[in-house]
């Protein structure tokens, strides 16, 4: 099955300052990249999602960049502000069963800390 | 609109004891599932539905059991809890399996 593994595990940055999130994945067939933010106390919420057919995808301040040949895939937050402090989780899509993307599987999550 | 909202919101439950986790979505999504969130473990699958009638194991589902007897509920037992149940259950459901809606969690503590 598929495996997701997300590095730093903590990140402190200064406000202002850039911040990279990096995912490694297993399953080739995956097809479907996600990122969410969680805040304290709430569910995670999506920010940004990437499909394998495209490298790179930008919204405002927040880009995701995908290298399907390393089987890789970062997420990039710049200018970053307090309100940028979570968790940020990437997931992957286990293979695209059933020509549908049915299930993700989630990395470990890092914890953002955006100092002012 | 609700999104998907998660009855209850914390619990405690004794070694042994029974519950059933609720989840609704006023989406009309077709894909449902039900995540633990452990700390440093980031969300792990436990079952998931991919439409009514149907279900599916996950990563992690010994223990638990769902049903999925209407299409906007998804709902998870625990037949007899243990500490290491113990957790942050998160619900979500989505179009496809696009572009989740996670629900706001829901902590249970098992003694």
């Known amino acids: 099955g598929e495996n997701v593994e997300q590095h730093p595990s903590t990140l402190s940055v200064q406000e202002g300052d850039s911040a990279v999130i990096k995912c490694t994945y297993s399953d080739s067939a995956s097809n479907y990249f996600p990122w969410y933010k969680q805040e304290l106390g709430k569910g995670p919420q999506l920010i940004i999602d990437?499909?394998?057919?495209?490298g790179e995808k930008k919204d405002q301040r927040i880009a995701v960049t995908l290298n399907k040949t390393a089987k890789h895939f970062s997420l990039h937050i710049t200018e970053t502000q307090p309100e940028d402090s979570a968790v940020y989780f990437c997931a992957a899509t286990e293979g695209a069963i059933s020509g549908g993307y049915n299930k993700l599987i989630f990395g470990a999550g890092t914890r953002l800390a955006v100092h002012p | 609109n609700a999104g998907v909202t998660q009855t209850p919101k914390f619990r405690v439950l004794k070694t042994g004891q029974s519950m059933t986790l609720l989840c609704a979505q006023d989406m009309n999504h077709e894909y449902m599932y039900w995540y633990r969130q452990d700390p440093g473990m980031g969300l792990r699958l436990i079952h998931y539905s991919v439409g009514e009638g149907t279900t599916a194991k996950g990563e992690v589902p010994d223990g638990y059991n769902v049903s999925r007897l209407k299409k906007q509920n998804f709902l998870l037992g625990l037949e007899s809890a243990a500490p290491s149940q113990t957790s942050v259950y998160f619900c979500?459901?989505?179009?496809?399996?696009?572009?989740?809606?996670f629900g706001s969690g829901t902590r249970l503590t098992v003694v």
């Open positions: 979500a459901s989505s179009f496809a399996g696009v572009g989740y809606t």
């Open positions: 990437i499909r394998s057919n495209v």
